[in-house]
């Protein structure tokens, strides 16, 4: 109905322009056309009058006469040669063009039966002002019918679309929030299912209730709880990426759905735990409501999924039933509803948790892999994070580095490796055995960010009176050339305070040569990866070859890792590798039995 009537006011508001433009010129024009007719008319008579000769009584033979005239006049001939006939009865007609026969008038024969030729007249008329002005009572025509147009348009049209809009909104979006419905929303899931079909893509689906949300609706009145879902909404917005869906169903619960998550299962799992924990944290925070604070919790259940394998109503009752689970957990929480998920959830926020107490609880350790030359003389060594936990015993760095990283837990575990790094090079400084050693110490992208990292790392050192030369910083090519230029100006501030920069597993990330050349680097670390089938692999062989051609030529040291067999040390040696660390040597060692294998080396 709506749109019916939209149509027929736009219509008609076009047709004002066009009707207030051409109807005035339209009657100028009628008008002007009887004042012309009537003024060939009245002239003709004045020149016959003049050349004397009578005037025809019957009015029809100047009307046909001087509409003939008119023909020519519109056609811009604006002279014409007026023909005088006189009859027989001595009535004098007239008819256009030299000696053109007229057609009978009033039923009479034509003219040559009854009268002869005696003269002719001038009869001058212009078309041109009738033009002028009917043009110009056109412009004005087109003014009002704009107006008109105008007038139309914001009286009517607009408050159509406000309706349109306004029914819209009643449509696919709630009220009170001014979040999408539960309409709406189902709408979207649909499209996120197909999107992830085409994709291969996870969608995490979040129901979210809010605890104890009746208590305060009878407690405080309904107003406190419209503003309390009204603050909500703005909070669950806010904690979003900008392609999430964000909606109300009804009463205190919601639904999110993310999309374009990861195609691993587990990094998927880590982006939806991470986007709830956010939430949690968001929605845990004080509420001011009318002049009081107001504390409340939600429970979140979450389904994860791929591909069309669910229906729309399934993956719902997924959540809602996930969302139970945290109600029954205590509230307050975040349940995942499959059974496995949920239980590598729960390890990992539990294996979270532990992590943050590690150094606290002296859990974490150092080991040493030593570093040599082709000779067996040890160095250095390398140092790497292993984590003692009392209960599961020792963790691999595999399974809790990168929880680190992505919780920023990395930030300080990373300075207690540099801070207990540099306590041990402090106690090696006064024995011949360990003082020349150098240590290379991982760094993360995370740490290295850190706006005040040289700061921390110059402090680090001062703290513990060491030789600055004695370490080396381990960075990876992906972590340099995030931002090449920010990475220099940090790795030359190091370098000055005499640090020593390593890039570590040179070979799988896809630095440039001329990005490099750039770096301030020492020293070259071939990746494991090379060094395992170099006797056996020619492209391997290739690649060792070109890096140890490549360092040697930039000036920089190389050291191959990896190193298992007497036949890979033998081809990196004859190929001009001088450093290697590796099982062949030494597998990683606690402090103690790395300090025994320096006193075992130094005997021979």
Known sequence: MLRTSEKIVRVLANAAVLGGTLLPALIYLFIGYS????????DAKVQAQRAGYGIAANPDVWRYATERLIDQIVDMRHEQTYTLIKTLDGTVLGEL????????????????????????????????????KGLLIGLFGLVIG???????????????????NAHHELAFYDPLTQLPNRRLMLDRLQQAMASSTRYKRH????????????????????????????????????SVREGDTVARL??????????????????????????????????????????RNFHSTPSIGVTLFIDHEQSVDDLLKQADIAMYQAKSAGRNTIRFF????????????????????????????????????HDCKIIGAEVLLRWQHPERGMISPADFIPLAEETGLIVPIGQWVLDTACSYLKEWENSLL??????????????????DYVEQVQQTINRHGINPDRIKLEVTESMVLENINETILKMNALRDIGLHFSMDDFGIGYSSLSSLKKLPLDQLKIDQSFVRDISTDPDDATIVQTIIAMANNLGMEIIAEGVETVEQLEFLHERGCPVFQGYLFSRPLPIDEFEALLRKSSSF
């Open 35 to 42: 004042q012309i007719q009537q003024m060939v008319e009245d």
């Open 97 to 132: 063009g030299n000696k053109c026969t007229l057609l009978c008038v009033r039923g009479r024969s034509p003219l040559k039966d009854f009268g002869v030729i005696v003269g002719e007249v001038q009869v001058t008329a212009t078309f041109t002002p009738l033009l002028v």
């Open 146 to 164: 704009f107006l008109l147009q105008r007038l139309l348009y914001y009286r009517v049209i607009i408050p159509i679309e406000q309706i349109k």
């Open 203 to 238: 969608i995490a689906l979040l129901f979210i209730d809010l605890d104890n949300f009746k208590m305060l609706n009878d407690t405080l009145g309904h107003d406190k709880g419209d503003e309390l879902l009204k603050q909500v909404a703005q909070r669950l917005k806010e």
């Open 250 to 291: 009804g009463g205190d619960e919601f639904v999110i759905i993310m999309e374009d998550l990861s195609m691993k299962i587990d990094l998927a799992l880590s982006q939806t735990e991470t986007a709830c924990a956010k939430i949690l944290n968001k929605l845990t925070q004080d509420y001011q409501l009318i002049g």
């Open 338 to 373: 499959d059974v496995e998920m949920q239980a590598k959830v729960s390890t990992r926020a539990l294996l979270e948790e532990d992590l943050r107490n590690a150094i606290e609880k002296n859990q974490l350790i150092l080991f040493f892999q030593a570093q040599v030359y």
């Open 434 to 451: 360990t003082q020349h050693l150098q240590l290379a110490v991982n760094v993360s992208g995370r740490q290295f960010r850190q706006p």
